[in-house]
């Protein structure tokens, strides 16, 4: 019978776990990818708003080199704002908890999006920059936290689908902006403030609804020791009185950490029972932003343009791209389970590899070979599904699963940082790239593919169906420490003596 109990509980994806979900991924995560892609369609009514604010100061026009630096740092200052919402994540997911800080996050998001709003009104460009400063702090947290959020409430064998489910926000965030931004809906000189005011709208609905869904039970019970709100809020996300087997699951997992303590980032790098897991997410991060995304997104609407695409239909060319990208998402949410996270990784970086390095012959070739500009739309298509199914998604996932709960907070910390920063590097250095090798530079993204996928191939193990504790084990070789587990069949009420015994970690 208690079997068939647990069969039950690991199988059911409950309202409540759906709900939670939805909330925490439309309030934040899609934030995330609103304000990545809501700035471009507007981009000329915007400067235009920079230049006219300047002259009605100053009586005389902004220099071109003036207007240039505003304008790059309306941009980079997303990506600066995710490096410092990362460093902030540890301090607060320890103190507030994952869904405190969500909550908590949400002034990064409807601050801002009444400061862009009124932008235009108040005539200060000033107040723009100062903006997507705030809200990328807002990505920054909510890059890092939902997916620790959501991994912590998934029972296992849906942890990998619900960790995916913040990355297909993010790419709905991006269509939904380039949608609204095509120039007879808000992408114009009258609507483009409250294309950049709407971010807030999901912000105060997630600071609503988030607060009648529970807490992530592992928090409560191994970092704030209260069983009794761990186990009712089991019980409310798995639809199920009898969760005692899950229970049992995470004390062990809290006395196998009583030993290490709460991790800062110090402590973290010098954990010799942690290392190949933080290699590693620092790899996939690095991966994912330098393997040339953005840069694809950059030479997207001039492929476009080269093979006949008018310029006014390039809008929704773009938006049909994004919607590949959010239906490739999906996909990788509902196969991620029954391929596991390791091969949608390889798959999708080797797409990417082979993308990079036809995209850069069928560039070179298409001023003198009239059937080469769609070799390249191919391409770019291509490229989009290869990092939609494996490197988008899938490293928020594995960060979650490779840490436990008491590492987890300075991991997702390094994890982001590393993440943004790479970000902000592609933006900063790109340009100069492009401008010096042209479409040559494609093949160093595709040399970071090829390096990333073969670190993969050697380092990273499947995660899927495993526990934390037991994926704990599986680093344990590498990282030359040894874990030996054995609960048996003790109660969940056993005594703390034979919870100690039951979980050993030493080096050799």
Not at 63 to 89: A, H, K, N, Q, Y
Not at 376 to 405: D, L, N
Not at 485 to 492: E, H, K, S, V, Y
């Amino acid at each position: 019978m208690g079997a068939d109990k647990s069969f039950k509980l690991y199988k059911i994806l409950t309202v409540v776990l759906g709900l939670a979900t939805f909330i925490s991924t439309f309030g934040s995560s899609f934030q995330y990818g609103y304000n990545v892609a809501v700035i471009n369609s507007p981009s000329e009514f915007m400067q235009q708003f920079y230049n006219t604010t300047y002259m009605e100061r100053y009586n005389s026009p902004m220099e071109e080199d003036f207007l240039t630096l505003l304008w790059s740092l309306s941009v980079s200052m997303f990506p600066l704002g995710g490096f410092f919402g990362s460093i902030m994540v540890a301090p607060l997911v320890n103190k507030l908890g994952r869904k405190g800080t969500l909550l908590f996050n949400n002034i990064f998001a409807i601050v801002p999006a009444v400061m862009m709003g009124v932008s235009e009104i108040a005539k200060t460009y000033e107040i723009i920059i100062v903006a997507r400063f705030i809200v990328g702090i807002c990505a920054g947290l909510s890059s890092n936290v939902v997916p620790m959020y959501l991994g912590e409430l998934a029972p296992k064998n849906l942890r990998g689908a619900l960790g995916i489910v913040p990355q297909l926000f993010i790419t709905i965030g991006i269509l939904s902006a380039q949608v609204l931004g095509i120039r007879h809906i808000l992408g114009n000189s009258t609507g483009w403030t409250l294309l950049l005011g709407l971010t807030g709208i999901p912000a105060v609905i997630e600071l609503l609804l988030l607060p009648f869904f529970p807490e992530s039970p592992r928090y409560m019970l191994i970092q704030k020791g209260d069983e009794k709100t761990a186990k009712k809020a089991l019980q409310r996300l798995r639809g199920w009185e009898d969760v005692d087997t899950e229970l049992l699951e995470m004390r062990l997992e809290e006395q196998s950490e009583k030993a290490e303590g709460r991790l800062t980032v110090l402590n973290l790098l010098s954990q010799r029972s942690l290392r190949w897991q933080l290699i590693s997410i620092i790899v996939m991060n690095m991966g994912q932003q330098l393997s040339g995304v953005n840069a694809i997104y950059y030479y997207a609407d001039s492929i476009y343009g080269s093979a006949g695409v008018r310029e006014n239909d390039i809008q929704y060319v773009t938006v049909g791209t994004g919607a590949v990208n959010v239906f490739m998402t999906i996909a990788a949410v509902f196969i991620v389970e029954a391929s596991g996270r390791r091969l949608l990784l390889l798959c999708g970086f080797g797409i990417c590899c082979v993308a990079c390095v036809v995209l850069t012959i069928a560039l070179n070739f298409q001023d003198t070979v009239t059937w080469m500009p769609y070799v390249s739309i191919a391409c770019v298509i291509i490229y989009v599904i290869g990092h939609a199914i494996g490197p988008s998604p899938i490293p928020y996932v594995v960060a979650t699963e490779m840490f436990r709960q008491t590492a987890r907070p300075a991991a997702f910390m390094v994890a982001g940082s590393v993440h943004w920063l790479s970000n902000f590097t592609v933006g900063l250095v790109f340009p100069f790239l492009e401008r010096g090798l042209g479409p040559y530079s494609f093949i160093i993204f595709s040399f970071i593919c090829l390096v990333t996928l073969i670190y993969i191939w050697i380092v990273v193990p499947e995660t899927k169906n495993k526990t934390f504790l037991e994926i704990c084990q599986m680093f344990a070789k590498r990282n030359k420490v040894e874990i030996k587990l054995d609960a048996g069949d003790l109660p969940l009420k056993e005594s703390k003596e034979s919870l100690e015994d039951a979980v050993k970690v030493t080096a050799f």
